[in-house]
């Protein structure tokens, strides 16, 4: 993690190189696919447990991911 925050912060301050741009894309691509593949197996729990997927996260503890 310490990275990614690296390089948002140096996104933020505009001084990204284009090197750590395309770093920071693939970094961020993962993280999209992994909270995707996160949210499909809560999901299919839910349905498990035969209740929706809001119920199942607050059961649970979970809170979305605010988007920055």
């Known amino acids: 993690w310490g990275r990614y925050r690296q390089l948002i912060e140096k996104r933020r301050t ?8 395309v770093e920071l ?3 961020s691509d993962r993280l999209e696919r992994l909270n995707v593949r996160r949210l499909e197996l809560i999901r299919d729990l839910a349905k498990l447990r035969n ?3 809001p119920i199942l996260m607050d059961h ?9």
């Open 51 to 53: 209740t929706t997927l």
């Open 25 to 27: 894309i693939a970094f």
């Open 60 to 68: 649970l503890g979970l809170q979305p991911v605010p988007v920055a």
């Open 14 to 21: 505009e001084q990204l190189t284009a090197e750590e741009h």
